[in-house]
């Protein structure tokens, strides 16, 4: 029973409301449910992300920790209201023009602690920014962005908004283009700043109802009763379900490793191993049924610790499973060339042993789920914060046994990704349950505990990497074992534990390299794909060896790393075809920019620089079950005016920009302004399978796709312009809305005019494009097909610290990156990608860590115990593309979003070794075990 | 997870505030900022059937002067206390102290009364307050008045002296005196929005370039705010050199009682308020030297 109800008046945007609310509702609920303003996100709940901040009588606050009914007479101002009468403001243009956002989940509650500080400093620094927006999580990582739209705000008063790019923004070299290469403003931002852009909880169905799981409370256990009873009888419960009223099968992402349940049914595997569900009225009520199930389990020995995990006798996760004897999940022995040999050639040999961490990619969107039924005809609508809804939409039709074409998978905005949201969920899963058993639409969504729980963040690996080489550098041979912890479930990790091992030779170029990988299962939550899948680790691991066998041997570690770089047109040990390379060339512009040899030899103690890299596949050269369907598919359609093209394809915008660069692709091929292409969401109905926003492979697949079918369009529209013309359509070209003789510009037909002629002589002028990966990517022994991949970025990335040498804190003070990632189609978005990728990276190396307790619960399932960095956190950062060609990308274009994560630890491990002379093997990098190091140091020189 | 379920009431006077907490006793709550209390009703720390708001007393907010000092209200919010002349003309380490808390809509809403009567170890402006020579203002449910030293108010983790239907009604900080300083120096992993690993406070007065008195106090490795009285002793007589701050420094991670968490384990938490406490020295005297306090 809630308490008794109260009238409170205030005024939201300006306008008057009076409502009843009861004692324990919060502003946020008020403002979102109540009013409808959905604009205001939820990312915590508790004061830790700002997503939900407004200004309550000119200060802004978090608005999850306000009861309404304390707010009587204020006024309060949300992100709707702060454009007047359909004129941005100027901080919201600025946002715009600066690209100074990204998912656009946080960017609500950014645009409103920044307007607080701009009401009190209209000319704030970027030091007032840093202490304003230091409680406004942006897992995006856009902050240098952000400190330039709000410090440049007033630069946009009384300045229309356009697209153009900002001048600082335009691209880093000179092609020929009239779209594509331009820094053009993002095509969600205007939504974006404004709140209007709707996430997967902000949709509102009639009649909607609300389910919530139950997880089990101990990490390794048999279920001996469940009992329901209680949480049936609640007034508002429709139903409740359990293990036994599930699909008795199991469901996973590899078909090879099925291996999850919706619910338990008899077994459980980690603390929060889903066991029941509830749906009811209002979330509330489902969140008051779920404690009063009754779950009784008998507690078995659990294991956390994967070094435990594979020894003999230990407790069997999945036991009678013959595939996953020893508690192996995934087993990888790779052997190329000969690695004894290599080591005997070998002038030094380094070698040691990392023990990664368990950062969490924490998108400041919780997942959500709405699962309508559609009784007339056994069809299902799925809306869902997922970055792969055609997998999503796969693992539906075999769960429940529905063909896919009878599911139509929406996905609104993605508020941030980064790998947790690729697969299906128990939200979706229980949900079409409750859908089919209420009939009723089902909201679904995790807290942010829980989605800790769920988890599927980076494998902690545990790493014994060795190097050989040569006196002059040359890398002879390279070993690792890695002991993967995968946690209870497969979840992407035969991928992970693939990767893991087969991104090592991408870099540098060895003969001779062996892997041992084991995913082990553990009783944790199930680590899955995440930002650089599997790579980052052993990444610093080799980053950080490399700069150790430099030393001894008295090289540079700019040295070492030309020496063995990768170059273009080279088929790796492990048999990865690299096209196009300019890892070279990033190598060589960071040590010329960075002042790197001078700074290398005059910092003093405490200050250190360091080198590390990297780099990523352009997309997956496989899908993750067989299929012969191209990976990305497009289609476009021209209005009937032909002023105007819509582009429908099912890519995921989780921030990455595929909703700006997709549409340039677009506009480029066609010949039209960026501005004439809309963009139709994806949506299984609407617009053709795509595979989705992982493993980097969006631009350079669906950008294949799209310009495919923007070149169908554009090779019907010369033929009726050749028509007119008078010519042959092999002279003809289209550019900026023009269809022209390409030799004498001047004769031209207007591209709309050639394209109402089309539709009037034919009807809808429509085109189609597709993209699959060239044929037989990768070598034939088994598992090469991870790795594989049309394209692969280098990136080199160096960073200055500041190491406290009295508390062994760590200041990254500044950033480079110099990233190949093929020919930049938005200098704007690639640049965002960047900094945002250095961010996270950041947070890896310095801050992040998910903890386990003895029992097997998170110590830390939350963003105070959880930290990732803030705005005060981020450091200066030079991004420079160092353009190659891709032949098989569109328009020479490559990845950026995942490639240019890994080398951000490598670097930072090695400039605190610059600094103070303490390696860190041990992820992260914490100021206490800096502090340790420095001790020793101490003890081992007096 | 929700907040619970509870009756909200909105007193208009401390005496109601106060007569309601009576009648209510551990069943209700004191709600101020909600920082604190909205969150552990999230969690499920804390379930209670009754909240009461303060929000709505007028006399509680407001910094002032007053003879001898100035009194900040209870449910002041700790950016207004940041931001006030007062404040920062009277004891500038407290602005300063707050700076470092939690995120600017957090410090919009949190309040000093809250930070002090939730008694949570790594609170930050209590041992600030103390270092000031501070005290807390209360008023019992009988309509009693009484003011406790600021280190005595808080009594273990969570616990304070406040008794049921007693509520803080003020913090008042003394005037200090001449060629006096503190700093207030706080460790934490992250730049913003984050705990505190360590934090130390000191105050000292000078007589011809000697330290005539001085106070240290430190936050988040004890119990409660902790004094180091040791090592503020061992600074007495002596002059200002950093010989006798780290000498001082060590005494006071001496005097530390931390516990190992997530933030850092006891032995790193010793290091830290070691070396802070020498920062915060060496601060406190410059500002004690120029005047500034």
Redesign the interface.
């Known amino acids: 029973m809630s308490g008794q109800a109260q009238l409170v008046s205030f005024t939201v945007n300006g306008r008057a409301h009076t409502l009843g609310v009861a004692p324990e509702t919060t502003l946020k609920q008020v403002i979102r449910e109540d009013l409808g303003l959905t604009g205001t996100k939820c990312g915590c709940d508790v004061g830790d992300c700002g997503a939900c901040t407004v200004l309550l009588n000119g200060r802004a606050v978090t608005s999850c920790l306000v009861l309404a009914a304390t707010c009587e007479g204020a006024e309060i101002v949300t992100i709707e209201g702060v454009a007047k009468g359909g004129e941005l403001h100027p901080l919201q243009k600025s946002f715009i023009k600066h690209g100074a956002l990204q998912c656009g989940f946080c960017t609500p509650g950014m645009i409103i602690s920044s307007l607080e500080l701009i009401n009190r400093n209209p000319a704030p620094d970027e030091a007032d920014v840093k202490a304003a927006l230091g409680g406004n999580l942006c897992r995006c990582g856009t902050y240098p962005r952000i400190l330039k739209a709000v410090t440049g705000w007033q630069e946009y008063e009384g300045q229309a908004l356009d697209t153009k790019p900002r001048e600082d923004d335009e691209r880093d070299q000179e092609r020929d283009h009239s779209v594509v290469g331009h820094g053009v403003t993002r095509y969600d931002g205007p939504d974006k700043v404004t709140g209007r852009t709707e996430y997967t909880a902000d949709i509102r169905l009639p009649d909607m109802v609300h389910g919530k799981i139950l997880g089990s409370t101990v990490a390794h256990g048999l279920i001996k009763r469940i009992d329901v009873s209680k949480a049936r009888a609640v007034p508002g419960v429709l139903a409740v379900i359990t293990g036994a009223d599930v699909p008795q099968k199991e469901y996973g992402v590899s078909p090879a490793r099925y291996d999850e349940r919706v619910l338990a049914l008899d077994r459980v595997r980690y603390v929060g191993d889903e066991v029941a569900a509830v749906v009811a009225e209002t979330e509330d009520i489902a969140e008051q049924a779920l404690k009063l199930i009754e779950v009784e389990y008998e507690e078995l020995p659990a294991v956390f610790d994967p070094r435990e995990a594979i020894k003999d006798g230990a407790p069997q996760i999945h036991p009678g499973d013959d595939r996953f004897e020893n508690n192996i999940n995934t087993r990888v022995e790779w052997h190329f060339g000969d690695v004894d040999k290599g080591f005997a050639e070998a002038d030094v040999v380094v070698a040691d042993t990392f023990v990664g961490n368990r950062p969490y990619q924490a998108p400041i969107e919780p997942h959500a789920a709405v699962v309508r039924w559609e009784h007339h005809a056994g069809k299902l609508t799925v809306w869902s914060s997922s970055m792969a809804p055609h997998y999503l939409r796969h693992m539906l039709s075999r769960m429940f046994d529905i063909p896919q074409g009878d599911i139509r998978t929406i996905t609104p905005c993605v508020g941030g990704g980064f790998g947790v949201k690729a697969e299906a969920t128990p939200l979706e899963l229980c949900g079409v349950i409750f859908a089919k058993l209420t009939g009723r639409p089902v909201m679904m969504k995790y807290s942010r505990e829980e989605m800790f729980r769920h988890f599927r963040g980076r494998h902690k690996q545990y790493i014994d990497m060795k190097i050989g080489m040569s006196k002059d550098g040359t890398i002879t041979a390279c070993q690792s074992r890695i002991l993967l912890d995968g946690g209870a479930y497969t979840s992407y990790g035969i991928v992970t534990a693939y990767y893991a091992g087969s991104m090592v030779p991408t870099l540098y170029k060895m003969d001779n390299y062996k892997y041992d990988g084991y995913r082990m299962y553990t009783n944790l939550p199930a680590s899955g794909a995440m930002r650089g899948h599997g790579v980052p680790q052993p990444r610093y691991a080799f980053e950080v060896l490399l700069d150790k066998a430099a030393e001894q041997l008295g090289l540079d570690p700019f040295d070492v790393r030309v020496k063995n770089a990768m170059g273009p047109d080279t088929v790796t040990c492990n048999g990865l075809d690299i096209s196009s390379c300019e890892f070279k060339a990033t190598l060589a512009q960071a040590r010329e920019a960075t002042g790197w040899d001078a700074k290398r030899k005059s910092l003093p103690k405490g200050k250190g620089i360091g080198v590390g890299c990297g780099g990523f596949v352009s997309g997956a050269g496989y899908p993750i079950y067989r299929s012969n369907f191209p990976h990305s598919n497009a289609l476009i359609r021209v209005s009937e005016d032909g002023l105007a093209v819509s582009l429908h394809i099912a890519a995921a915008e989780i921030g990455q920009g595929c909703n700006t660069i997709l549409p340039q692709i677009a506009a480029e091929e066609l010949g039209i302004p960026y501005e004439r292409v809309w963009m139709v969401e994806s949506d299984s109905v609407l617009g053709p399978t795509d595979l989705g926003s992982y493993s980097s492979r969006v631009t350079l697949m669906a950008g294949n796709a799209v310009r495919m079918a923007a070149a169908a369009i554009k090779a019907q529209l010369l033929k009726v312009a050749a028509v007119k013309l008078g010519c042959d359509v092999g002279n003809l070209a289209a550019r900026d809305g023009f269809i022209f003789v390409a030799q004498h510009p001047q004769v031209r037909l207007d591209w709309d005019e050639a394209a109402r002629d089309a539709f009037s002589t034919g009807g809808p002028v429509t085109g189609t494009g597709h993209y699959s990966p060239p044929p037989n990517l990768g070598g034939k022994y088994k598992g090469a097909a991870v790795g594989t991949s049309p394209a692969y970025s280098f990136s080199t990335a160096v960073c200055e610290v500041t190491v406290d040498l009295e508390t062994g804190y760590v200041s990254v003070d500044r950033f480079w990156d110099f990233s190949d990632a093929g020919t930049v189609i938005n200098p704007v978005t690639f640049h965002g990608q960047v900094e945002g990728g250095i961010i996270m990276g950041l947070g890896e190396a310095l801050l992040e860590d998910t903890l386990v307790r003895p029992d097997g619960s998170l110590l830390n399932p939350d963003l105070h115990g959880y930290l990732i960095p803030t705005i005060a956190d981020a450091p200066a950062i030079t991004s420079r593309a160092v353009e190659s060609y891709e032949p098989r990308g569109p328009f020479g274009a490559k990845e950026i979003g995942e490639g240019c994560l890994p080398p951000i630890l490598g670097a930072i491990g090695n400039a605190v070794y610059h600094a103070c002379g303490v390696r860190i093997t041990e992820l992260p990098i914490t100021p206490e075990k800096i502090l340790a190091g420095l001790k020793k140091q101490r003890e081992a020189t007096s | 997870?929700?907040?619970?379920?509870?009756?909200?009431h909105?007193p208009a006077t401390v005496a109601e505030a106060c007569a309601l907490g009576a009648r209510f006793g551990r069943q209700a709550a004191y709600?101020a900022?909600?920082?604190e209390l909205?969150?552990d009703?999230?969690?499920g720390r804390k379930s209670v059937a009754e909240?009461i708001?303060l929000?709505?007393i007028p006399g509680l907010k407001g910094v002032r002067a007053i003879a001898g000092g100035i009194e900040i209200g209870a449910t002041t919010?700790l950016?207004v206390i940041a931001e006030s002349p007062l404040v920062i003309a009277n004891f500038p380490a407290l602005a300063e102290g707050i700076?470092t808390m939690?995120?600017?809509?957090?410090r919009?809403?949190g309040t000093i009364g809250g930070n002090f009567s939730c008694g949570v170890p790594c609170s930050d402006t209590p041992p600030i307050v103390c270092v000031a020579g501070g005290r807390v203002a209360l008023v019992a449910a009988d309509g009693s008045e009484r003011e406790v030293a600021a280190e005595k108010f808080v009594l273990a983790p969570r616990v304070t002296v406040l008794q049921p239907g007693e509520i803080v009604t003020a913090i008042r900080l003394p005037n200090q005196p001449a060629h006096s300083g503190a700093s207030f120096q706080r460790?934490s992993?992250?730049?913003?929005?984050?705990?505190a690993v360590a934090s130390v406070v000191a105050w000292v007065r000078l007589e011809k370039k000697n330290i005539a008195e001085a106070r240290i106090y430190m936050g988040a490795v004890g119990p409660v705010a902790l004094a180091a009285t040791q090592a503020a002793a061992s600074l007495v007589g002596k002059p200002a050199t950093a010989e006798a701050f780290a000498k001082a420094g060590d005494l006071a991670a001496a005097e530390a009682q931390p516990i190992s968490d997530?933030r850092?384990?006891a032995d790193?938490r010793r290091?830290?308020v070691a070396?802070l406490a020498t920062r915060a020295l060496t601060a406190a005297v410059q500002r004690a030297e120029g005047g500034d306090r």
Request: glycine residues 14%; positive net charge.
């Open positions: 997870m929700s907040l619970g379920n509870f009756n909200l909105h709600l900022g909600g920082t909205l969150v009703l999230r969690s909240v708001s929000g709505s919010p950016a700076a939690a995120g600017r809509q957090v919009n809403l460790f992993l992250r730049r913003g929005s984050a705990l997530l850092g384990s790193y290091d830290i070396v």
